[in-house]
């Protein structure tokens, strides 16, 4: 994907709901919300960056200059969505509260399941305060939801965090490190700019780390940011966090208004894709 278009800047400092490839906002400009300040309600207006974020990665986050990785050769687990199909008559709107992918995108879900992709990543505070909800969807979604998460490579300042989240997934043991990422960035400040940096951390958090180095590196995770890539450049993904459901519907925090709104956003979108 190429660098963003000075359209696409625009629009996005003007929502002012996510972090983009060209977001300003750094982790450390943020403060750390405690149990009560995961509302509902998006924060609009951006702080002044903060000397405590870790000059290589604030470059590599403002600069936004990293292109996607090439596109790889289809799996035979992907399948093509239906075409796009004319919303229902239902409380959300299409143009006003999501958008319509046209044409509708590959899934790498089972036919009978509605997949559900959020696109992140681990240094965007918008995502750090978005996941308490995701954690709340997750608890309470329909079996027949397949939830996948895609970290964000906008530049490569931000591989390495994808890196680690793919690694952590190879080795099942994200539920361990996905929320203590997001802690240790956002709430430490810890930014961990290094390869060696995020090992030494997953290490503390009982992570074998010859193996944790090994999966890091491995062809399964180039593959898989490879992969991430293609999805992101095919949804013309250009801020996060961003919600897309069966490669048809795509929207986030600026569309809904509020976080509790954009699960209810995702509710509906499953329910039409159930039901269809």
Known sequence: MKCISPLALILLVTLLAGCGN????????????????????????????????????????????GELGS????STEIRLAQATPTPLATRFVAGKHYTLINP???TVSAPDQVEVTEFFYYTCPHCYNFEPFVQTYLARKPAYVNFVRVPAVFNPGLELYARAYYAAEAMGILEKTHGAMFKEIHVKRNMMTTE??????????????VEFRKTFNSFAVDTKLRQGAT???????TGVPTVVVNG?????????????????????????????
Request: glycine fraction near 6%.
């Open 22 to 65: 060209s977001d300003k906002e750094q982790v450390a400009s943020q403060p750390a919300p405690d149990a009560q300040q995961a509302s509902a309600t998006l924060d609009t207006t951006p702080a002044e960056v903060a000397e405590a974020v870790a000059e290589p990665v604030a470059e590599a986050v403002e600069a936004g200059e």
């Open 71 to 74: 596109e790889p050769q289809a």
């Open 104 to 106: 509708a995108q590959p």
């Open 196 to 209: 060696d940096a995020i090992v030494d951390f997953y290490i503390s958090l009982g992570v074998d780390g």
């Open 231 to 237: 999805m992101a450049r095919r949804f013309k993904i």
């Open 248 to 276: 048809k519907y795509m929207t986030g925090g600026s569309l809904a208004g509020s976080y509790e709104t954009l699960l209810e956003i995702i509710d509906e979108l499953v329910m039409i894709e159930h039901t269809r």
